[in-house]
């Protein structure tokens, strides 16, 4: 029995074919997003600082996680945000209110992830009385 035809003429690749391309196209969206997006480059500068803190804090193995977790939550909804952006300008230049929504949206997840990033570390590394 033949296999139905993919959704997208992008997704022919299976099996290791599939993971090896989907690396490399990893690796040139992380490098698409350094080259083309201030904020990435700043929270990836932030990463440089934080999550060698994160390694060598004094915490249970749980709170390291969490630390290093939200560090690495701030770069993938930034990734995420990036990705919306770009795809509402491939639209066209023209303002639409969908899409200055879109980017706004986008803007304030990573707002939350940056605050909940600031809880976390507060509430794991902040000295605590008792």
């Known amino acids: ?56 804090v004094t915490v249970t193995p749980a709170e390291r996680a969490l630390l290093v977790a939200t560090v690495l939550l701030v770069l993938i909804v930034e990734l995420l945000n990036s990705g919306v952006e770009a795809a509402i300008d491939r639209i066209g230049p023209e303002r639409h209110d969908l899409s200055r929504r879109a980017k706004d949206v986008g803007s304030a997840a990573v707002l939350v992830a940056l605050v909940l990033l600031a809880a976390v570390w507060g509430i794991v590394l902040v000295p605590r009385s008792g």
Do not use: D
């Open 1 to 56: 029995m033949n296999a139905p035809p993919p959704e997208s003429p992008f997704k022919g690749r299976t099996g290791v074919a599939r993971i090896v391309a989907a690396f490399f196209n990893s690796l040139a969206g992380l490098g698409a997003a350094w080259r083309h997006e201030s904020a990435f480059r700043q929270e990836v500068v932030l990463a440089a600082v934080l999550l060698p803190i994160a390694c060598v």
